[in-house]
């Protein structure tokens, strides 16, 4: 715990290395925020072209019609809309939320929470924001090219992602892009859990850390561990485009001997399941703490809670194979996966009695962070229950890749993680910029995501149902789905307004930074660590290593004299 | 935009409903999506009495005073340890053991042609196509007497229909929405399918892996005869094939050996 390596580094004095090269984990978290936000832009544009085509096939885009698509009279011509898919899942993915929940939160409140001055290794932390930035920009190369983009979808598979069905560079560039992003992650991943495990406060066990640090070192563990599984996978990938190597090629095309293209799926899954875990830990982590901070009372359960996370993550290794039920693997398989698979609703039901046992009996303070962290219980509610569905083999015969299964993953990964993102964003941005943000505009914009987020993806699980499949450029070429194009136009009415109202976001963050109310250094009143320092904090964060007494969730003990409802983390116990 | 006149008395909900079953064993899938939608839906309706209930009772407003617990209490472990389990026992387990089932007594009980009757179907996909081939009056696939459509299949109600499937290219999907199923058709390798048909009629076959530019366009037609029209059809088909079928047309011979 005490003892690691933690002086305190000098002050940066030039402009480049406090904003640019910097060795600050503070300064690198809001670089990955910058990075973050601006691929969900990104990204967020792509969802919107793609809704667009699939609820009025045929109409040109109104305003970016015009600009991007003029050869076609404004309308997304079909091989873009591939590209459109691709690079909106690839984005989102691994350039939004990745950089958001992990590079942003992770570096922001690891050392901050648990007590220490900096990461355990800064200049690695440099690194991996400039590795993330350069894999960042060959993607966006990458959409400059001839023959576009990959078009391949975000999973990649082959043949289609080899010379057979992408000859464009496209693909080249995403799997370099890929590779870049997999060692960024690995060294922020190798970062945290060392930080996490070297750098604790004196006094601070595992169990005395906020979740949110349970959820991030989770996380950084299973990155540590399947990102390198994916480098390796596109690494052949690009031996197979590039080299003439035939690992995943099989077929007429496959004609100097014959590799298997479902090795890659494989590949990809073991790492691809964890991935989802990568990316919902830090929410439900961050989750589980602002529950409790904003009902005034201590997390319920809140070892269990870790401990259920933790078998989340050991689970999440042994279910990939229920991606790959229509490939037919050998049925011994199928069952073990499928069974498998059955077993995460365990610790998932777990969570859901914690975090309503959290809210039961508390009082309740519904700020905008608070909102939020309901608005993630309310959608993972249904982001996880419709994985059942799923993970039955016999109803996934029926149910893969069709929209159903886009309605649930956006349950899951896009609509918790982006609401517990906000969450933190609205919680964490008064310690990390020193301003509060405005929390009439923070109130809509909660509104104005949660009731047309639900129109979308509750509408996907519909469509699909309704057996529109995946991935097709005009659905109501069949004629059995064109009963469908309302459902689809409400979806797309729907994400055009949930788009309209992240411009509240945008111009709160923006307008806050400059003139929010000057936030004091605990604002929410809660005990963490973080809190008992200025806002935003010195460059060293403490100026003592604090010494750790209690746990992160002391909140509502009756028998508290000092005229506070908490107590920091720093401070004796007092008994109940 | 000629679609936006509505027909009001359908709701969304009767939209949303999967296209006709016209397969023996497709209530089986229906069935179970039916029972495990119930109890997510009861489940779910658990935790927003939870969510919206607490919210509302235990606002600030309404209760000053917090209950301070960390719920570690055995009888605050014990309604956790009974939630966890409950699910567990009620949702997964059983829907897991009614998918097993399922599938060792339906969809994996390959029909065997030495037994009985069995329409042996070989497909084959490429960007972006279908092709069907029927082994014709010998019985062997890859030969010239092979009735060989594309985009076209026909079968008949009444028989159970096994179909060995490959990829010329890229990884496609056979997806037939109204007999419930899907099978990837991977390049190298082999896959099976089997299903039976009841209602005669004409439906979509879909391809619902991603497969490039056009994937939206790899469509065919299925076509459901009955056991007589579908004679009459096989017969017809099979004197035109012997008539018209070009041995040096590379486009025929891609049938292979049929193998159990």
């Not at chain 2, 012997?242 to 011979?253: E, G, I, V």
Request: proline fraction near 5%.
């Amino acid at each position: 715990m005490s003892g690691g390596y933690n002086e305190i580094h000098p002050e940066p004095t030039t402009f480049w290395s406090t904003y640019i090269i910097s060795f600050d984990h503070k300064v690198i978290a809001k670089q990955f925020l910058w990075y973050g936000i601006f691929f969900l832009g990104l990204g967020g544009i792509m969802a919107l072209l793609i809704r667009w085509t699939l609820a009025y096939p045929g109409v040109p885009v109104p305003v970016l019609g015009s600009l991007l698509f003029s050869d076609s009279g404004g309308v997304v011509p079909p091989d873009t809309y591939s590209m459109l898919f691709t690079m909106h899942g690839t984005i989102m993915i691994f350039y939004a939320i990745t950089p958001i929940l992990i590079g942003a939160f992770g570096n922001y409140c690891i050392p901050l929470q648990i007590g220490a001055r900096d990461m355990a290794f800064p200049m690695l932390n440099m690194l991996s924001f400039w590795f993330a930035f350069l894999s960042g920009l060959v993607l966006i190369i990458s959409l400059c090219l001839p023959l576009g983009a990959a078009a391949g979808g975000w999973t990649s598979y082959p043949t289609l992602s080899t010379l057979i069905g992408s000859p464009g560079a496209g693909q080249t560039l995403w799997c370099v892009a890929i590779f870049l992003f997999g060692v960024s992650s690995t060294m922020g991943a190798v970062n945290y859990v060392t930080t996490v495990i070297t750098l604790r406060a004196p006094g601070m066990g595992y169990f005395d850390m906020p979740l949110t640090i349970w959820g991030l070192w989770l996380t950084a563990i299973l990155n540590a561990i399947f990102v390198p599984v994916l480098g390796a996978g596109v690494l052949l990938l690009i031996l197979d485009r590039v080299m003439g190597t035939t690992f995943f090629l099989a077929g007429a095309s496959a004609t100097s001997g014959s590799g298997d293209p479902v090795l890659f799926q494989h590949v990809f899954w073991i790492f691809g399941h964890p991935e989802v875990y990568i990316l919902i830990l830090p929410a439900w982590g961050i989750v589980s703490d602002l529950l409790s901070f904003f009902s005034r009372k201590p997390a319920f359960g809140a070892k269990a809670t870790a401990l259920a996370m933790t078998s989340v993550s050991i689970l999440s290794t042994l279910v990939y194979g229920h991606h790959m039920f229509t490939t037919q693997m050998s049925p011994l398989l199928t069952q073990s996966f499928m069974t498998l698979t059955m077993t995460i609703s365990i610790p998932s039901a777990i969570f859901f009695a914690n975090w309503l046992g959290t809210i039961w009996k508390g009082s309740i303070r519904f700020d905008s962070p608070m909102l939020f962290s309901l608005g993630v219980v309310f959608v993972f509610g249904l982001g996880g229950l419709t994985g059942l569905h799923l993970g039955t083999v016999t109803t996934d015969l029926y149910l893969h890749d069709t929209y159903f299964v886009v309605g649930h993953f956006h349950y899951t990964m896009a609509a918790s993680v982006l609401l517990g993102g906000f969450a933190g964003i609205y919680f964490w941005f008064p310690k990390m910029f020193g301003k509060m943000m405005n929390e009439t505009m923070a109130k809509i914009h909660f509104w104005g995501t949660m009731i047309p987020l639900n129109g979308i993806f509750f509408g996907m699980l519909m469509v699909g149902y309704g057996g529109m499949h995946r991935r097709i450029y005009n659905p109501f070429v069949y004629e059995s789905l064109q009963r469908l194009i309302p459902i689809n136009s409400m979806i797309t009415t729907s994400a055009i307004l949930m788009g309209a109202f992240q411009i509240v976001f945008v111009i709160n963050f923006l307008w806050s930074l400059k003139n929010g109310a000057k936030a004091v250094s605990n604002p929410w009143n809660v005990g963490t660590l973080e809190w008992t320092i200025p806002s935003p904090p010195v460059h060293h964060n403490y100026d003592e290593i604090p010494v750790v007494k209690c746990g992160p969730h002391e909140l509502g003990n009756p028998n508290l004299k000092n005229g506070r409802d908490f107590q920091y983390q720093t401070e004796e116990l007092v008994e109940a | 935009m000629g679609f936006l006149n509505l027909n009001a008395s359908v709701s969304w909900w009767d939209l949303a409903k999967p296209p006709l079953d016209i397969s023996t064993n497709g209530h089986l899938i229906d069935g179970l999506w039916n029972y495990t939608t119930m109890l997510c839906i009861f489940y779910f309706i658990l935790v927003c009495i939870g969510l919206f209930g607490f919210a509302f009772f235990y606002s600030q407003k309404r209760n000053k005073t917090p209950y301070y617990t960390y719920g570690n209490k055995k009888k605050h472990l014990l309604v956790t340890a009974v939630i966890g389990a409950a699910v567990f026992l009620s949702i997964d387990l059983n829907i897991a053991r009614i998918a097993n089932n399922d599938l060792l007594n339906q969809f994996w009980k390959w029909p065997d042609p030495k037994t009985e009757k069995v329409l042996r179907v070989e497909v084959m996909a490429q960007q972006w196509l279908w092709s069907f081939r029927y082994a014709g009056p010998d019985d062997q696939f890859g030969t010239a007497d092979d009735v060989v459509t594309n985009n076209d299949l026909r079968v008949p109600t009444g028989t159970k229909i096994l179909f060995h499937l490959t990829s010329k290219d890229v990884i496609h999907s056979f997806f037939v929405p109204n007999v419930r199923l899907k099978v990837d058709t991977i390049p190298g390798r082999i896959t099976r399918v089997w299903w039976e048909v009841t209602t005669p009629g004409v439906y979509d076959i879909a391809c619902a892996e991603m497969c490039g530019t056009h994937h939206y366009l790899m469509k065919a037609k299925l076509t459901v005869y009955s056991e007589e029209d579908f004679k009459r059809w096989v017969a017809t088909s099979e004197k035109i094939a012997l008539n018209t079928n070009d041995p040096s047309d590379a486009n025929l011979a891609w049938g292979w050996k049929w193998e159990k």
